[in-house]
Each structure stands twice: as structure tokens, then as C-alpha cells.
């Protein structure tokens, strides 16, 4: 209050600008290798049996039913567009409403 400053200001400085930038940057590279990682089970590249282990691994984590052997590639396909949904939506929301206290 003495200080006479109104409130926190948002670092404008170089260094804030660079920081800013390398987390944007590791978003898209975030979203890049998601959807590498997307291409490359969809391809058929990766072999069935380590993606159905995983599968299953989460599907009984969570109590549902695992999928059966012919829609392992396409339910594998599901949890990575989901993931990158809920990271992107978690984002988008976090940067909205702090730029709504600024």
C-alpha cells in the first residue's frame, strides 16, 4: 500500500516473454507427439498385443470391460483423442480465466 503500486502487473519483461513462448512451444510439441503417437497405432505400426495389455490395464484400473481384440486399435485411438482433449481443454481453461484476474 505505501509502495504506491494499484496491483500486481504482469511481467512484460524479455524474460517473461521467453518463458511464455517455451511453454506454448512445449503445448504444440505436446500435441504434436499425441498425434504421432495417434498415427502411428492407427497404422498398424505397433504391434496389438502391448496396446491390448495396456488396455486392459486401464479398462480394469477403472472397472469397465475391456474391448474386444478387434476394436483394441480403434478404443486405443479413443483414449489418446481423449487425453489430448482434457490437456488442451484443461489449458485453454487455465489460461482463460488467469487472463480474467489479470
Avoid: Y
Amino acid at each position: 500500500m505505501g509502495n504506491g503500486q494499484a496491483g500486481a502487473q504482469p511481467d512484460t519483461s524479455e524474460a517473461g516473454e521467453k518463458l511464455s513462448g517455451q511453454k506454448m512451444i512445449g503445448v504444440v510439441v505436446f500435441n504434436f507427439v499425441m498425434l504421432g503417437l495417434c498415427a502411428v497405432v492407427g497404422s498398424g505400426l505397433v504391434p496389438a498385443n502391448p496396446m491390448r495389455l495396456a488396455l486392459d490395464w486401464m479398462h480394469n484400473t477403472i472397472g469397465i470391460t475391456s474391448p474386444p481384440e478387434e476394436k483394441v486399435r480403434m478404443v486405443a485411438l479413443l483414449w489418446l483423442g481423449s487425453i489430448i482433449v482434457i490437456v488442451d481443454g484443461v489449458l485453454f481453461m487455465l489460461v482463460f480465466f488467469t487472463s480474467l484476474l489479470m
